[in-house]
């Protein structure tokens, strides 16, 4: 079976682990400073900020930007934890809908959702895909909106030549092991915002300025040193598998493209797509059976998939709860007929050859 994720440590990763753990020196410490110091120069920000999970992350930031009662635009495929942690400071998740391409926000729906409540948006740069960038930058000036920009899974992803983790106000991204840089559980936020840095180190820690010293309210958002010795390594080879990855999608959409019952996933305009996902989007119409029926067969053949995401976030039983229902069309179209395939840098070129034939064989198999 070729895997849809492939998780594996080098030889220099688990060096750096044994390392700290013989020091005994496990906590945040030195390893974490001089992983948030070079995560920030890799992408261009002037300050980084480590934290114990991509969803902490996003809990910080809403914590600074949003009161009880505030609203912030979201997109409703993505990931819970963008629009529940908002939900968790007391504000209200707007959702959404998307780009049918892009799987990214689509800024025209978006701007039709803002009301005098709304105080800030969440952009996904969704499996690794920019998302338009320009139109909602422009979005916020003209409402006064804040952006907090939900990266977990864009590692490695440009957009004029300018790294994604470089833009204002803040970054969010997860080191969680799909993602294309992982820690096991972990988060980063990155700025350029000199007096948010400073208050994003307090509020990570207890609020705590100094030994038993605090400050403000804060949480045991902290990562670990043993957690960032392997960060610190993967950074230094984060650029050769982002690489690696659009090779493989590169070779992939050159294939499937010519596949009519399949498409292949397309690249935000004047961004660089960093393929944490390789997601396919598949012509029902054209096929006698369901996404998961394809899948199915898929797996027989030996290539694993996944699907990202099976239920939008406005259909979470969670939110009809909340917030009641709404409908997004083409968000819920997406979540029947979307299909993740294995394009993780440790693949082989037989590996990519047999995913191409097994998608071929199971269009032919269901084809009307």
């Not at 948010?196 to 403000?216: A, D």
């Not at 979470?316 to 069309?329: D, H, K, M, N, V």
């Not at 064989?361 to 009307?368: L, M, Q």
Request: net charge neutral; hydrophobic share 40%.
């Amino acid at each position: 079976m070729i895997p849809l994720n492939r998780v594996q440590l080098s030889e220099e990763e688990v060096a750096a682990v044994t390392e700290v753990l013989r020091s005994g020196a496990l906590r945040q410490g030195k390893i974490t400073a001089a992983l948030e110091e070079a995560f920030a120069k890799e992408v261009g920000a002037k300050f980084a900020v480590a934290v114990s999970s991509g969803t902490a992350a996003l809990h910080l930031l809403y914590l600074e930007y949003l009161k009880p009662g505030d609203e912030i635009l979201v997109p409703t495929f993505t990931f819970i934890a963008t629009a529940s942690m908002a939900s968790m400071v007391g504000a209200r998740p707007v959702f959404c809908d998307v780009n049918p391409q892009t799987f990214t926000l689509d800024v025209a729906d978006a701007r039709s959702r803002i009301t005098y409540k709304t105080k800030a948006i969440a952009p996904v740069h969704l499996f690794g895909n920019a998302c338009e960038i320009d139109g909602i930058i422009s979005l916020a000036q003209e409402f006064g909106l804040t952006i907090i920009w939900d990266a977990a899974q864009a590692h490695g992803t440009m957009f004029h030549g300018k790294d994604i983790g470089s833009f204002d106000k803040a970054v969010a991204y997860s080191f969680y092991p799909s993602k294309n840089m992982f820690v096991g559980e972990g988060g980063i936020i990155t700025t350029n915002d000199a007096q948010l840095y400073e208050r994003l180190k307090l509020t990570r820690s207890h609020g705590q300025s100094g030994k038993y010293v605090h400050t403000c309210l804060g949480f045991n958002y902290r990562m670990t040193d043993v957690e960032a010795a392997i960060g610190l390594k993967q950074l230094s080879r984060l650029r050769d598998m982002v690489a690696k990855r659009r090779a493989n999608a590169a070779y992939l959409s050159s294939h499937l493209g010519k596949i009519s019952a399949v498409q292949p996933p397309l690249e935000q305009a004047h961004g660089s797509h960093s393929y944490n996902q390789y997601s396919i989007v598949l012509d029902l119409d054209a096929l006698r059976c369901s996404r998961d029926e394809f899948s199915g067969y898929l797996n027989e053949l030996g290539v694993g998939t996944g699907v990202h995401y099976p239920r939008c976030l406005h259909q979470q039983p969670i939110f009809r709860e909340l917030y009641g229902q709404t409908s997004l069309p083409v968000a819920e179209k997406l979540t029947e007929r979307i299909l993740a395939l294995p394009v993780h840098p440790l693949l082989t070129n037989a590996e990519l050859e047999e995913i191409v034939q097994a998608i071929q064989k199971t269009c032919e198999k269901f084809a009307r």
